[in-house]
């Protein structure tokens, strides 16, 4: 959760996060062999990290991001949250909405993939299609949204081994297509806002079964990607 919306909404039970978790989650399961820490960049709030820590006892999770006032603990010292860290060797790094933050997106994933030991898994997350774009990607100071062959690019361009690729949020694309045309000329402001409950376990079930489904290559609100980091020749 990006810190300029933190206290909007409760991403514990808002549909948004606890949909999104579940590629995530299965990412982890599938790939993942024994790892012991997650290296979180532009972590905000954390809840991606958070979410993996809970998965497996003898993980632990650095959660760095510039924009934190101060650096402190949680999780009985497993999850610690950082403004900065010279430690950027980890088993599991999450690129959570955070590319599109940046100018120079190819910059920022190799500054830590490069360090990052072989086999390491990378999941990348970040907006979907500029055709999309309205005053919440202003809000949140977005530098672009992505096409997923866009976001397949760069993790070639970073010299990692792709695994899976695919769009989220597809079940509410033409939606969410119409609402923010509808809002393009609207003062900068974000879209997360509280549903109803039932509204809110409607969505929430409707696309945590969709996220569990693995083939939308169309349009969705959201990219997900996979990848590893290639084994590295002795030097």
Excluded at 29 to 58: E, N
Aim: net charge positive; hydrophobic share 45%; aromatic share 10%.
């Amino acid at each position: 959760m990006d810190l300029k919306e933190l206290g909007l909404v409760d991403p514990a039970t808002h549909w948004y996060y606890q949909a999104k978790i579940v590629p995530f989650k299965s990412a982890f399961r599938k790939y993942s062999s024994q790892p012991k820490t997650v290296l979180d960049i532009g972590a905000g709030s954390g809840f991606f990290a958070k979410s993996i820590v809970q998965l497996d006892s003898d993980l632990t999770a650095i959660c760095i991001d510039p924009n934190y006032e101060s650096e402190w603990q949680e999780s009985g010292g497993k999850v610690k949250f950082l403004k900065s860290t010279e430690e950027n060797s980890a088993d599991i790094y999450l690129f959570v909405d955070v590319l599109e933050h940046v100018a120079d997106d190819l910059a920022l994933l190799t500054s830590y993939t490069k360090q990052a030991p072989s086999g390491a898994i990378v999941m990348i997350s970040v907006p979907a299609l500029m055709s999309l774009w309205s005053p919440h990607d202003v809000f949140v100071d977005h530098f672009r949204r992505y096409r997923l062959r866009q976001v397949e690019k760069l993790v070639s361009q970073a010299d990692l081994e792709l695994l899976e690729s695919r769009y989220l949020f597809g079940t509410i694309f033409p939606i969410a297509w119409l609402v923010r045309k509808l809002k393009r000329n609207k003062p900068p402001s974000s879209d997360l806002a509280a549903l109803p409950k039932l509204l809110n376990a409607l969505l929430r079930f409707v696309l945590k079964l969709e996220h569990r489904i693995r083939i939308n290559k169309l349009a969705g609100v959201s990219t997900f990607v996979v990848a590893r980091v290639k084994v590295k020749p002795d030097t």
